[in-house]
């Protein structure tokens, strides 16, 4: 079964088969999941034909004024691109993370607790 794609024209909701498919893989809330958006393309892997997908946030190329229509519209802005793969004609998902950090770790430094009864030190 080979769902039918829409030449990568507009961005729609995730596929059920993929939605599953992220959560398990990935451990995502139905939450996050349901606020991305896919785009389609026709594709062939392996010999056999797919639809490609594309995840991104429409959220975030909202805040930066981009308008992503298309499936080739991503190639020019690989930071929102968050999730690429496709379905096979089985309608099994392949996804990779594509997700970049856009954010620093920090870790905290552990000082051991003061004693209120003793001077504090300078």
């Not at 004609?89 to 051991?112: F, I």
């Amino acid at each position: 079964m080979l769902f039918p794609y829409r030449n990568g024209r507009e961005a729609k909701r995730i596929p059920p088969p993929v939605q599953d498919y992220m959560r398990r893989r990935f451990m995502l809330r139905w939450e996050y999941i349901n606020q991305l958006r896919c785009l389609e393309n026709a594709g062939v892997v392996n010999d056999t034909p797919v639809t490609l997908l594309r995840v991104f946030s429409p959220l975030q190329a909202r805040r930066e004024h981009l308008a992503i229509r298309a499936y080739k519209d991503l190639d020019g802005y690989p930071e929102l691109l968050l999730f690429e793969g496709y379905i096979d004609n089985q309608g099994n998902a392949y996804l990779r993370d594509r997700r970049t950090m856009s954010y620093v770790v920090q870790t905290p430094t552990h000082q051991p607790p003061q004693d209120p009864h003793q001077p504090r030190r300078s």
